[in-house]
């Protein structure tokens, strides 16, 4: 079996005394979406923020495609990040932003230009790409943040709570965009409140509660593990997990 | 009523925030009012010398300092005007304008604000100034001159409010062509000083010059200050009975600066430009965050406050010497004084850059190695503003002047203090993050360590600019040793900002 693309094991984060991760670990497989479940507070940013390099451990282990995310950042170009509330620079334009981004990726010339096109359409933004970003609704930036971070095409996704303000259709894309990214052998990590968006989409599941993995594994396996049956909700298992 | 001294009360705890409850924070506040007051404090010691020296009494140079404050603060009304008027918070937008609470009660309650904020910045370095140029006689001067400026901070609020009134009926691009047509008029006489063309005798109706002589005594300009109040308050009134709440926008977040919150059209490169620093272009990373950071200064408005800030101080600089006929001080001084004010350009950009850019690094830290390309970008963006921009203001105040300037010194002083200026703006901005109180220790520490840190670091240029047979004839050598002293001191702030402040970069 091939290992993990994203690995943590045992990871502590702590804000200025405050504990909001305490000796988690989970793994995503290749090929797969795995999701991050919590209540608020849980730690689930933390950890994404870990794992993309945002934020460092306090002590730890992150791989992300074999390398430790605290001393390799060649992993970098290999990950496309969506964070929570994304802030994006309001004095550019859509077609700015998404350049700009681009070329940081690497992406040069033709292939710039094609995959900014690319995902502009994808995401509906074709018609936005010469206004200000400052002058577009949340649900619109929110596609412009999600264009952002596959327009390298990236192997592996981590996406923290991506569908905040994202009305139905864009939803469906960003669905089926992380389905594709698992489907060509790459690893999709989204934290999300949304269950059912859990139980359709993701193969896998974390639940976090308070800072520590309370379990994992399939939706099935999850409710298996919450004492309830297969016709149980993902919701009433999740609640007893995180009540134990 | 109570509900206008609520909204004002909650204003201000929040305006104020932690100051008003944590002992660090209350700390900040007495340094930055230390600093504040020191500065005015040498400033019109300086002034007393001058005028002793020269045989001018406080009636000599009273009114010119009147004039000029009084203009600073009609002025500083107009620009809040321009930025939107009325100060509203995001939680007042979301909830008090959003409720049952009537546009005026609002009105009233911002009007209060502003008369709260902007007296703690004008009494007491006003208070301060005049007792030093005036002493003994101060307290005669101050019973005269603090009403005084109490009508002119009234009227700098209502100028304010009425260009944000103005919104409902001249729309967005109509106000602020008002509010800057208003600015120019209150800047004539300063204008005109500058410019060294004799005041015509309807200046004398001006209001900045109407206040200001009432401050020097002469009473009966009470009377014609009058009408220029119950006028402006009668339109404030007309005005305030429209509905103003779908203009109102989020002003004055901060101390110094602000982001416009509209950006109807926005400024675009010319081709040969972006050809060279385009954010499309084939250049290294460097340039690329160097045409961010360009962009963004100039199209968030972070430059044109910054620039309007510097305008204003050469007008003071110019007019100041001119205004005081009895004693001259050198224009080659004036020159100087352009150089060390110049770090303020860099360490307001800086502000804007933590307040409004510090929260989007994220999608620059995403890609690995691109931090000393970002601070690289961000320097340059920086020194390129605001070395050009000094040339400029020292070739329009050289052009003026009878003496000839020291121009293979001045050049390189120019430079140093426009580098170390933007270097230390840089540096500050990475390792402070500004408070949530606009009155925090952050705000103060963003000015002043570029201003005195480039002031130090250029010493030794200043030293030589001092000594007139040195400066005005300065030897290839002491050229060579200036530019190598210079070189050097750039390369380690080079160096130490790239190094260093990558770390900060969070």
Known sequence: MAAPLIRVKDLWKSFEGEPAVQGLSLEVDAGTIHGLLGLNGAGKTTTIKCIVGLLKPDRGEITVAGRSVTTDVSYKPLIGYLPENPSLPEYLTVEEFLVFVSRLKGLEGLRLKSSVSEVAELFGLSRYLDKLIFGLSKGLKQRVAFASAIVNDPHILILDEPFNGLDPEAQSIAKAKMREVSRGGGSVLVSTHLLDTIERVCDSATIIHNGKDRAWGSVEELKQLAGLGISASLEDAFLRIIAR | ?506
């Open chain 2, 1 to 506: 009523m109570r509900i206008a001294l609520t909204l004002f009360s909650v204003k201000v705890r929040h305006y104020l925030g932690p100051l008003i409850r944590r002992p660090r924070y209350l700390l900040s506040l007495v340094l930055m009012y230390v600093l504040w007051l020191s500065v005015t404090g040498l400033f019109s010691l300086a002034m007393r010398f001058s005028g002793i020296v020269s045989g001018s009494g406080p009636s000599g140079f009273l009114p010119v300092l009147s004039e000029i404050t009084v203009t600073a603060v009609l002025a500083t009304g107009i620009y809040l005007g321009i930025k939107g008027g009325i100060t509203a918070f995001p939680y007042e937008i979301d909830f008090v304008v959003a409720s049952y609470v009537r546009a005026r009660i609002f009105l009233f309650s911002d009007l209060l604000f502003q008369f709260l904020l902007l007296s703690l910045f004008i009494f007491p370095p006003v208070t301060l100034m005049i007792t030093t140029l005036t002493f003994p006689w101060h307290v005669d001067y101050l019973v005269r001159s603090l009403p005084t400026y109490a009508v002119a901070i009234s009227a700098a609020i209502l100028l304010s409010h009425v260009l944000g009134l103005s919104r409902v009926k001249l729309g967005d691009r109509g106000s602020r062509a008002l509010g800057w047509a208003l600015m120019v008029a209150v800047l004539v006489p300063l204008l005109l000083l500058a410019l060294r063309v004799p005041k015509p005798d309807a200046m004398r109706y001006h209001p900045a010059v109407i206040l200001s002589n009432v401050i020097r005594g002469d009473i009966t300009d009470v009377y014609v200050v009058a009408p220029y109040i119950f006028l402006l308050t009668l339109i404030y009134l007309h005005l305030s009975r429209a509905n103003f709440y779908p203009s109102v926008t989020p002003v004055l977040i901060s101390a110094l600066m602000e982001q416009p919150t509209k950006i109807s059209r926005y400024f675009k490169f010319p081709t040969f430009v972006t050809k060279v620093v385009g954010l499309r272009n084939s250049g290294d990373l460097t340039s690329l965050m160097y045409a961010l950071h360009l962009m963004r200064v100039v199209r968030e408005g972070s430059l044109l406050s910054g620039i309007t800030v510097l305008v204003f101080l050469t007008l003071g600089n110019i007019a100041v010497p001119r205004m005081m006929g009895g004693f001259q001080f050198s224009e080659l001084a004036q020159l100087t004084m352009i150089a060390l004010y110049v770090p303020l350009l860099p360490a307001l950009l800086a502000i804007n850059w933590s307040i409004s850019e510090r929260k989007n690094i994220w999608v620059v830290k995403l890609s690995p190695g691109t931090e000393r390309h970002y601070l690289t970008g961000l320097l340059l963006t920086y020194v390129t503003v605001s070395f050009p921009f000094s040339l400029l203001l020292y070739g329009v105040v050289a052009l003026g002047s009878s003496e000839l300037p020291f121009l293979a010194v001045d050049l390189v002083l120019l430079f140093a203090m426009s580098y170390f200026g933007s270097a230390l703006a840089t540096l500050t901005s990475l390792m402070v993050r500004i408070g949530s109180s606009p009155l925090s220790l952050g705000s103060m520490v963003f000015i002043s360590i570029p201003l005195i840190g480039s002031i130090l670091l250029s010493l030794p240029i200043l030293m030589i600019r001092t000594f007139e047979p040195l400066a005005s004839s300065p030897t290839p050598a002491l050229i060579a040793n200036m530019l190598i002293y210079t070189g050097i001191t750039t390369i380690v702030l080079y160096k130490a900002l790239v190094s260093e402040g990558a770390r900060y970069l969070n």
